[in-house]
């Protein structure tokens, strides 16, 4: 089965502008994550899709960072205005369920905020 | 929070060892997963052990699970120079629908 496509693969931008990632998950997945990576430190979750409804967006600061998922499949992050603290690895993760569904993850995006 | 922690944080050994890594956990749990990530790329499910179960094999990996000390241990035995990779836990907690990952243990085999 192909894996999860992530795009960009890298991206640079100052601080103050726009930036958006697009992830496609596996087929057939339901659920979809968005992690936020920050260099030495393990993925945090910014919020769940469980087909093209949010379960979980509890830690995703919402005065910048938007996500969408339409029509159940492909993924959209955005953040505006993007701040240096926002520089991190962007993962994206599908699974076929919840609960004892193991996660695949993309190679996501990595951001650099200047 | 439910975040995991490992320890060690950075484990270096030679090609043919066993390494071992720790997760600790503060809530209880319906199970742990563990991945392991290699440099520049994303996470990769490993294995996983149900909060009713106390040991499990996969290959050259065992994993333990002790819920009364909310921990859990990784053994990786005979290492290889491809098992070079940051290892981390990832527990829901009950009545949660995603995952929280620790920290890593960043391991290094030697060949």
């Known amino acids: 089965e192909a894996g999860v496509a992530q795009s960009p693969r890298y991206k640079i931008i100052e601080k103050r502008q726009s930036v958006a990632f697009w992830c496609n998950p596996i087929s057939g997945h339901a659920t979809l994550y968005w992690y936020q990576q920050i260099l030495g430190q393990g993925p945090k979750l910014l919020i769940q899709?469980?087909?093209?409804?949010?379960?979980?967006d509890s830690q995703l600061p919402k005065d910048r960072f938007s996500a969408e998922r339409l029509k159940g499949v492909d993924s959209t992050l955005k953040i505006q205005p993007a701040k240096l603290e926002d520089s991190a690895v962007y993962l994206c993760?599908?699974?076929f369920g919840q609960g004892e569904s193991p996660l695949h993850f993309g190679n996501g995006t990595r951001l650099t905020v200047t | 929070s439910q975040q995991g922690e490992e320890d060690p944080q950075a484990l270096s050994i030679q090609e043919g060892e066993n390494a071992t890594m720790n997760c600790s956990y503060k809530t209880s749990i319906n199970n742990l997963q563990w991945y392991r990530q290699n440099s520049g790329r994303g996470l990769v499910h490993l294995i996983l052990?149900?909060?009713?179960?106390r040991e499990k094999h996969s290959g050259r990996l065992r994993v333990t699970l002790d819920t009364s000390k909310k921990s859990s241990s990784l053994l990786i035995t005979a290492s290889r120079a491809a098992d070079t990779a940051s290892y981390f836990c990832?527990?829901?907690?009950?009545?949660?629908?995603?995952?929280?990952f620790g920290t890593g243990t960043r391991l290094t085999v030697i060949p």
């Open positions: 993760a599908s699974s």
């Open positions: 052990i149900r909060s009713n179960e």
């Open positions: 990832a527990t829901d907690g009950t009545g949660a629908n995603n995952l929280f």
């Open positions: 899709f469980q087909n093209n409804g949010v379960v979980d």
